[in-house]
């Protein structure tokens, strides 16, 4: 179990809905950020004023812990205890009115995820784990989450957040990867990877995320039963090209057609 509780990551996310959700839809002024290998990296006020939220209640309950988020960097702490935040995972997606971006709350214990919650307030939708599972709840309804674990590679559904091609060495692996799953989409962000917790989706592959992107998300994927990993087979914490599978077998499949 998680030192933080599940009220604690709740709260967390009710203090980023209250500021994302008013400025969701709305017009708003978008600055460009300078990031290696991106043409168009968009922040807003949203991403700004989410992050502040969540980074006010841990520095009143929980000073100690270290903070790293998307747009503020990061506060050390007590070297053990670390928090990793994306205040709006997704800020394209949120740009366009489409529900599929996130807050994304992560919690690491000597670098290890071990607490997660993606917070998706359009839907009213959350997705959290620390610990004794990973759960789901809307409209007061909450259940435990469970991976998809019967499906072999010719009947799974693959998903990537981008079509366009770029991953350099990356790009032949994910071109034999995604002519042997039944099914690819594209750009659902890290609302794809809940719907892989959830037994929606088999495999998540991502080419390049920071830590900020991956690390709330390892937890529910985890304790719903899937795979997380490098594509070397290590912890997926430090970000990077990271491969997500709802059953070991599938994961082991993936990483050897990524790998060739």
């Not at 991403?47 to 506060?75: C, K, L, S």
């Not at 759960?135 to 559904?157: E, Q, V």
């Not at 709330?216 to 719903?224: D, F, V, Y």
Request: proline share 4%; net charge negative.
């Amino acid at each position: 179990m998680s030192v933080i509780e599940a009220s604690l990551l709740h709260r967390l996310a009710d203090a980023a809905d209250a500021e994302t959700m008013p400025r969701f839809r709305q017009p708003l002024a978008v600055d460009i950020k300078i990031k290696a290998g991106e043409t168009f990296d968009p922040v807003t006020e949203a991403d700004r004023a989410a992050e502040r939220a969540i980074r006010t209640i841990i520095a009143h309950e929980h000073a100690e812990h270290g903070v790293w988020g998307e747009e503020y960097g990061q506060t050390v702490g007590d070297g053990h205890h670390r928090w990793i935040l994306d205040p709006v995972d997704g800020t394209r997606a949120f740009l366009c009115g489409i529900p599929v971006w996130a807050t994304l709350i992560g919690f690491t214990e000597a670098g290890r995820a071990t607490a997660g919650m993606m917070s998706q307030p359009f839907t009213g939708e959350r997705f959290w784990a620390n610990g004794d599972g990973a759960w789901h709840r809307r409209n007061g309804d909450t259940r435990r989450l469970t991976t998809r674990t019967d499906r072999d590679m010719s009947s799974a559904t693959l998903h990537t957040t981008s079509p366009v091609k770029g991953r350099g060495s990356l790009d032949a692996g994910f071109e034999r990867l995604a002519s042997s799953a039944r099914l690819t989409r594209y750009g659902g962000e890290a609302y794809a990877v809940a719907m892989l917790a959830a037994g929606m989706i088999d495999l998540c592959f991502e080419p390049a995320l920071e830590p900020y992107d991956i690390v709330a998300l390892i937890p529910i994927i985890e304790q719903a039963g899937g795979i997380v990993s490098c594509l070397d087979g290590t912890c997926a914490e430090t970000g990077g090209a990271i491969l997500m599978a709802g059953s070991s077998r599938l994961h082991d499949d993936a990483l050897r057609l990524l790998n060739g």
